[in-house]
């Protein structure tokens, strides 16, 4: 196990604040105050941290210690989700806090989906994320971010999307009127689920001509020049709300740590996030191991699978391959190679936070895996046939772990959690296309991306409007 004392303890200078901003590179290092607006450090371009000064922040003795948090559940703070752990994450006063009730999620135990993966009945737990405001985990980051816009007096906020977090963007500009949101789509590359939200909530809409990763670009250049504040989850402040998702989970097994987080792979957040959360507790001494990390990108946008498997990039004490890293994006750009998957959340080929997702495999002993996207359907489908319904995205982490299952890297009698990061109705046209009998709508939406067959599909039955052919087909179907 790596190393797991948090990065950086020198104070930005003439600030009394526990928290503070620190770049991620070991040999840069450089401080900033924590009410600085950065994407990225002046000096030497690298991504920054949230960073505290543990010794004089008030954390707990112990995690159980936060249970207390519930009998304040009547005060909005503590009954977020995430700010219920706010000694975790002292980054702004409470009187500065902004939340809309993020964070009532719930970790279910799934043997039917146990089952299906290849492990014992009682160890496999979805961790489901779609019970946030907005349907995605993003509204645990979002509320960070806001809250830390909020602290610096911001009037807009912008991020690009493919789908969840502008439809949190927007949730959040819409319900809290603190700032304006200015959303960055690309061509074709959003589920309707999700542009509804960022529609009906209100917000700009900028649609370009291009993928996910033509519109990071631009928001980032625009942001830069009209001084927008920019919420994407290369900032930091994101990652601290996203940290919570752990924290939770910890909290509903008890405070035991399981042995394997399993998280989609999309643009690094929840992998990054994950990987410092435990870090943290780790050298706060709230816990005694830190859980194993599998992060699993889709087959058609496998830059993570495709740098640490296949090539052998790692976190290196924070001096990555970054040769080995600009040989691939070149390689990609060569081909005019674009991310394709009907996971359309984590269709992402240049992942804003590759170098901490890094540093989290290090921490965590990860591993990373691609799936494809019949898998993906696949495993959608066994979750949703246990009552709780993901988007395709999601279903990632239960093929991921079947997959890792098979190879013997999980063992049956492992603790392991899969994150669930959005709601069913995200993207209802690919469970619709997956389960019906309308071949042309699936080959129209699942076809064209090399889906095949619907191993689970739950068809619709067709009988005549005949009362009596009605009920035969109960009987023979039920």
Request: proline share 4%; net charge neutral.
């Amino acid at each position: 196990m790596a190393d797991t004392k948090p990065v950086g303890h020198k104070r930005p200078p003439h600030t009394t604040d526990v928290a503070y901003q620190q770049c991620i590179n070991p040999l840069c290092g450089a401080v900033l105050d924590v009410r600085q607006v950065r994407t990225a450090c002046d000096r030497c371009g690298d991504l920054l941290d949230v960073q505290y000064d543990w010794d004089r922040a008030s954390v707990p003795s112990r995690l159980a210690d936060f249970e207390r948090m519930w009998a304040e559940r009547r005060a909005p703070m503590r009954f977020s989700g995430v700010w219920r752990f706010h000694e975790l994450l002292p980054f702004a006063p409470p009187d500065q806090v902004v939340t809309v009730g993020e964070g009532q999620t719930l970790l279910q135990q799934a043997d039917a989906v146990a089952q299906y993966v290849g492990v014992r009945a009682g160890r496999l737990y979805l961790q489901y994320e779609g019970m946030n405001p907005s349907g995605s985990f993003k509204d645990n980051g979002m509320c960070a971010a806001f809250t830390h816009a909020r602290m610096t007096g911001a009037s807009r906020a912008a991020c690009a999307s493919t789908g969840n977090t502008s439809a949190s963007l927007a949730m959040y500009s819409a319900v809290t009127r603190l700032m304006k949101a200015v959303i960055f789509i690309g061509s074709g590359k959003i589920a309707y689920g999700k542009l509804s939200q960022a529609l009906e909530f209100g917000a700009l809409t900028v649609q370009i001509a291009g993928d996910f990763d033509d519109a990071m670009v631009r928001v980032r250049e625009v942001s830069k020049d009209l001084g927008i504040y920019l919420v994407n989850s290369i900032n930091p402040f994101r990652l601290e709300g996203q940290k919570t998702i752990m924290f939770r989970v910890l909290e509903a097994l008890g405070w035991e740590v399981p042995d394997w987080i399993v998280v989609p792979g999309g643009n690094l957040g929840n992998s990054s996030a994950f990987g410092k959360a435990f870090s943290e507790l780790h050298a706060l001494g709230l816990i005694d191991r830190i859980p194993r990390l599998a992060v699993i990108n889709a087959a058609g946008a496998d830059t993570l699978y495709q740098l640490v498997e296949r090539r052998g990039v790692r976190w290196n004490d924070g001096c990555p391959d970054m040769q080995a890293i600009g040989d691939y994006y070149r390689e990609l750009d060569a081909r005019s190679a674009k991310a394709d998957t009907i996971a359309s959340a984590i269709e992402i080929n240049r992942p804003v936070n590759l170098k901490k997702c890094l540093r989290a495999l290090e921490v965590c002993q990860g591993v990373v895996r691609r799936v494809s996207d019949q898998e993906i359907l696949d495993a959608k489908a066994q979750v949703g046939a246990g009552g709780i319904g993901c988007e395709p995205a999601s279903a990632a982490s239960v093929a991921g772990a079947k997959l890792l299952r098979e190879e013997g890297i999980i063992e049956p009698g492992d603790r392991v959690v899969c994150i669930l990061t959005g709601h069913q109705l995200k993207d209802p046209t690919a469970t619709v296309a997956y389960h019906t009998t309308d071949q042309d709508l699936f080959n129209e939406v699942l076809g064209s991306r090399g889906v095949r067959r619907a191993s689970f599909a739950n068809r619709a039955v067709a009988v005549p409007n005949d009362l009596e052919a009605i009920i035969r087909a109960i009987q023979l179907y039920s």
